[in-house]
């Protein structure tokens, strides 16, 4: 298996992933809410990359049929049902609805990876199921797709790209194939990692700021354990 890591969704737009297997991380909180909603009973997510679009896919597939998601800024999007905090996703809410979701980087770096052979997503709540997807179907090229803030590269994405090497690595013996990737692969052999690192990511001090600390705490608990792995169907619509 060859593992490469690209550090925002910009570098994804001129990256070839013909062949390839994306997985795309967004750990605050696109990809955070993605897995959620989908473990809470989401029918699907539609990831669209702006705010007209989401308006636009949720008046033809039916406003009574969809809930409109996301953020701008971390800040919630007005006219939207929801903002991007993954435990505002519920199943009493979610359960059986469509979800339209757009977020500042996360379904950006989904759109730019639409090109790979098939496109997976991951967190901090997922990893390890996503670790053993890869393995299991034997997947030669790997393309961890991470976020980023704004076109810069968010540690706690690198973070949890690094979680997923590992366990990788425990299992089988990827190649990394760049230097940027090496370096990332290599945050898990610092001490406290991961627990003490997350809180040095300035997107993490951002939304502890704005009120939204219950959400980090969330997203980077390496010890949560959902069971299951959105894959990108050729219809657009994130799936388990």
Do not use: W
Request: proline letters at 6%.
């Amino acid at each position: 298996m060859n593992i490469e890591i690209l550090p925002t969704a910009q570098a994804a737009r001129n990256y070839d992933f013909q062949g390839k297997t994306a997985v795309v991380i967004d750990v605050f909180r696109a990809t955070s809410v993605i897995t959620t909603a989908l473990n809470a009973g989401a029918s699907a997510v539609i990831p669209v990359a702006t705010v007209d679009e989401a308006f636009s896919r949720a008046d033809s597939l039916g406003r009574s049929e969809v809930l409109l998601c996301g953020e701008r800024n971390a800040d919630p999007i007005p006219g939207f049902d929801m903002g991007n905090s993954p435990q505002l996703y519920l199943p009493e809410r979610v359960a059986r609805k469509t979800i339209i979701l757009t977020t500042t980087n996360g379904t950006l770096a989904i759109d730019a990876a639409r090109s790979a052979d098939k496109v997976l997503v991951a967190s901090m709540l997922n990893y390890r199921h996503v670790a053993a997807l890869l393995v299991t179907d034997a997947v030669a090229d790997v393309v961890i797709v991470c976020s980023g803030t704004d076109g810069v590269p968010a540690l706690e994405d690198s973070l949890c790209a690094a979680m997923l090497c590992a366990t990788l690595q425990r299992v089988s013996s990827p190649n990394i194939v760049s230097d940027y990737a090496t370096s990332v692969s290599l945050l898990a052999q610092l001490d406290g990692f991961p627990y003490r690192l997350f809180p040095l990511s300035r997107h993490y001090q951002t939304l502890v700021d704005k009120g939204y600390k219950d959400d980090v705490l969330f997203c980077a608990n390496p010890d949560a354990d959902f069971n299951l792995v959105p894959h990108l169907s050729p219809d657009g619509r994130l799936r388990p």
